[in-house]
């Protein structure tokens, strides 16, 4: 029957691999933000080839599920190092490519997409006014974008940014797929290990939760402080 | 002081400004007045380059720039010596009124934050709004930002001031405090070149006002030759018109 205190045995052992999980979604929605604005740029650009590529590829990695990604980088990465590599005449092991890289990969560029489409919106909510008072009070183009784009647009970015970022968390329960233990996937073995899988996994979605929770308390918090007094 | 010659500008090879001369004396108040799509605010934006004329000459405090040849750093310069008031304010939406005022003389002329600081106060006291320094845009009626981008404009002791329809936007309860303001900004001794459809306040605050009509200056002189004694018939035909419909 349902034993409660195997659910805090489980939680215990299931917070273990918290700090991993958070690192791995944080490195993977800061590589995304990259990737997304400069997506964002190239777009901007409208060279006429590459724009159509980046709509294909857009289109491709919305329109597949991240599992199937997942599997697609997991087999294909590791060729790909290779054969990069041995381009510089460096030798590779294919079965040396850590799985956490593989994730990284993955995620990174599915979600480079979405951030994408979060920066072109927030830029798109900056109005134009205000770089011409800049530019008519003689802001290089470097002082606009620090000082008056950048601050805007990240506070316009961040909640869902930050919304992103517990995508991403959710997310990672896929890694298990790849051998990478995050808090899914940590549930995963100690069920399996007492057999007590209803417990873990309810001690799984506890932990998932309060992640959740505390990181909306956090952002809620922040974007008042950044707003301030306007809207 | 402020001299313009020969002044083109079109945009997709359609010509809205055609060799145009312009000449601003020192703490002179000069307005551009003519029916809309004429080019008055085009000919205000090109004197800080936020369009970029097609050629022509303007020499501003002492220096001679070609339009057709100017790189970017004559065009910050050239920026830095004049300042703008748009018809939507244009204030930065994230900072205060005070901020607002300060940042440019801390990002653009470096100054310390403390200095920047009093100058503001200095300049906000001036527009009458020292009660209203820490409130957001969003927080002050239409009147209060202009006034707020006025102060901004002083605060960096520009060689000239670019009024663009500085009330139009405005509810018409509010656009008196606003003129109140441009006049202060005006006894002050700073230049100004003003493109209103107020005529009764261009009348009254202007040395110079030029009738602008089809991209092209049609006649300019002193407020009362135009406003009363013009014999050129656009002019007549569009003040006219102008006090017609005010009636």
Not at chain 1, 17 to 46: C, E
Not at chain 2, 204 to 211: C, G, N, Q, R, T
Request: with cysteine; aromatic share 8%.
């Amino acid at each position: 029957m349902f034993d409660i205190v195997t659910v805090f045995e489980s939680l215990i052992e299931i917070v273990k691999v918290v700090p991993k999980t958070l690192f791995l979604a944080l490195v993977i929605l800061i590589l995304s933000f990259i990737l997304g604005a400069m997506l964002t740029y190239i777009q901007s650009l409208n060279i006429p080839v590459v724009k159509q590529i980046i709509a294909v590829l857009q289109s491709f990695l919305r329109g597949t599920p991240n599992v199937v990604l997942l599997y697609l980088v997991y087999y294909s990465l590791p060729l790909v190092v290779t054969s990069f590599l041995s381009l510089f005449g460096v030798g590779f092991d294919p079965a040396s490519l850590n799985s956490a890289a593989v994730v990284i990969v993955t995620f990174s560029i599915c979600y480079s997409v979405f951030q994408s489409e979060i920066i072109r919106g927030a830029l798109h909510s900056l109005d134009k006014d205000q770089i011409e008072a800049a530019q008519s009070l003689g802001y290089s183009t470097s002082q606009t974008l620090r000082k008056v784009i950048i601050p805007q647009v990240m506070t316009e970015a961040l909640p869902d940014t930050m919304n992103a970022f517990l995508i991403i968390i959710k997310a990672l329960s896929l890694a298990f797929l790849v051998t990478v233990v995050d808090i899914f996937a940590q549930a995963r073995l100690v069920g399996a290990q007492t057999f007590s899988y209803l417990e873990a996994f309810v001690a799984a979605a506890l932990v998932y939760w309060v992640i959740c929770g505390a990181l909306t308390y956090v952002v809620n918090k922040l974007e008042n402080r950044m707003r301030r007094g306007y809207v | 002081m402020l001299n313009l010659r020969n002044l083109n500008l079109s945009f997709h090879g359609n010509k809205v400004l055609e060799d145009i001369d312009l000449e601003v004396k020192k703490g002179e108040v000069v307005t551009l007045i003519g029916p809309s799509g004429t080019g008055k605010t085009s000919l205000l934006r090109c004197i800080n380059l936020l369009e970029k004329p097609d050629s022509g000459f303007i020499s501003l405090g002492g220096l001679d720039y070609d339009f057709s040849s100017i790189d970017k750093k004559e065009t910050l310069n050239l920026r830095r010596k004049t300042a703008m008031v748009f018809q939507q304010y244009n204030l930065f939406k994230n900072k205060t009124a005070i901020e607002n005022v300060m940042d440019a003389q801390m990002v653009v002329q470096k100054k310390s934050k403390k200095e920047a600081y009093e100058k503001s106060m200095e300049e906000l006291k001036r527009v009458g709004l020292e009660a209203k320094v820490d409130a957001y845009p969003n927080q002050l009626s239409g009147g209060q930002q202009q006034r707020v981008s006025i102060a901004r404009a002083l605060a960096v002791e520009p060689e000239v001031i670019l009024f663009d329809e500085p009330t139009s936007a405005l509810d018409p309860e509010l656009v008196g405090e606003v003129l109140k303001s441009i006049e202060e900004v005006a006894k002050s001794g700073m230049t100004i070149i003003l493109v209103t459809h107020e005529m009764s306040f261009a009348q009254d605050i202007s040395d110079k006002v030029v009738f602008m009509d089809k991209g092209q200056v049609a006649e300019s002189g002193r407020p009362e030759q135009i406003f009363k004694e013009s014999d050129n018939a656009r002019t007549q035909q569009f003040l006219n018109k102008f006090y017609a419909a005010a009636q």
